[in-house]
């Protein structure tokens, strides 16, 4: 409950007076009326404060037991957390010794072994995964050793059942594109994937 900025500060002022007037809160605080409002719903709600209307129909505030009490023990759990914030960082400064080593070189001869696995075909990914480099270590090494890179592939989706057959049974790969949502391009290189020989256009 007291986590909230505005209501620990309109709870620590009201800890130094016995009943404060709503105007002068809103002013301390620097918020609106219907702001400071439903603050003091809240604390309200939960016992914290009391609040009493004067016949002049001022509005005044004042910290109930309950509130002192509960603002006294909040206090105390922030000075532990601070006082244990303040230890942490003074242990992490002294164990600091400077920022973390960078990552060795790729050696020259794994350099030459990346090149030719990349040349014969294998894709920058299954490098990664059979070496203890980054994709982007192994990216630049390639490029430092001019290597032309491959764009990258585009997965194809999944088959769709029966359009191989509906190509045989003379289905056009136009009219396959829009039974099964794709473009000409990929129902074309799914085709060739599996095998298909395309016909020629105009071709039954």
Same mark, same amino acid.
């Given at each position: 409950?007291?986590?909230?900025?505005?209501?620990?500060?309109?709870?620590?002022?009201?800890?130094?007076?016995?009943?404060?007037?709503?105007?002068?809160?809103?002013?301390?605080?620097?918020?609106?009326?219907?702001?400071?409002?439903?603050?003091?719903?809240?604390?309200?709600?939960?016992?914290?404060?009391?609040?009493?209307?004067?016949?002049?129909?001022?509005?005044?505030?004042?910290?109930?037991?309950?509130?002192?009490?509960?603002?006294?023990?909040?206090?105390?759990?922030?000075?532990?957390?601070?006082?244990?914030?303040? %230890?942490? /960082? $003074?242990?992490?400064?002294?164990?600091?010794?400077? +920022? !973390?080593?960078? &990552?060795?070189?790729?050696? *020259?001869?794994?350099?030459?072994?990346?090149?030719?696995?990349?040349?014969?075909?294998?894709?920058?990914?299954?490098?990664?995964?059979?070496?203890?480099?980054?994709?982007?270590?192994?990216?630049?090494?390639?490029?430092? %050793?001019? /290597? $032309?890179?491959?764009?990258?592939?585009?997965?194809? +989706? !999944?088959?769709? &059942?029966?359009?191989?057959? *509906?190509?045989?049974?003379?289905?056009?790969?136009?009219?396959?594109?829009?039974?099964?949502?794709?473009?000409?391009?990929?129902?074309?290189?799914?085709?060739?994937?599996?095998?298909?020989?395309?016909?020629?256009?105009?071709?039954?």
């Amino acid at each position: 409950m007291l986590l909230a900025p505005a209501r620990l500060f309109v709870v620590t002022l009201l800890a130094e007076m016995r009943w404060c007037e709503f105007g002068f809160i809103c002013e301390a605080l620097g918020v609106t009326p219907p702001a400071l409002s439903t603050q003091l719903g809240k604390l309200r709600r939960e016992g914290i404060v009391q609040t009493e209307r004067s016949k002049a129909q001022r509005t005044w505030v004042r910290l109930t037991p309950e509130g002192c009490e509960r603002l006294v023990n909040h206090l105390e759990a922030l000075q532990a957390v601070v006082s244990r914030a303040a %230890a942490l /960082v $003074t242990t992490g400064a002294a164990a600091c010794d400077g +920022p !973390p080593a960078t &990552p060795a070189e790729i050696p *020259a001869d794994v350099v030459r072994d990346l090149v030719e696995h990349y040349n014969a075909g294998e894709t920058i990914e299954s490098l990664v995964a059979r070496h203890p480099y980054s994709y982007r270590k192994i990216r630049t090494a390639l490029i430092d %050793a001019d /290597v $032309t890179l491959r764009p990258p592939r585009i997965p194809l +989706p !999944p088959t769709p &059942p029966g359009m191989v057959n *509906a190509y045989a049974n003379g289905r056009s790969i136009r009219q396959l594109a829009v039974t099964y949502g794709m473009s000409y391009s990929q129902t074309r290189t799914i085709l060739l994937a599996e095998g298909v020989e395309l016909r020629r256009r105009g071709q039954p």
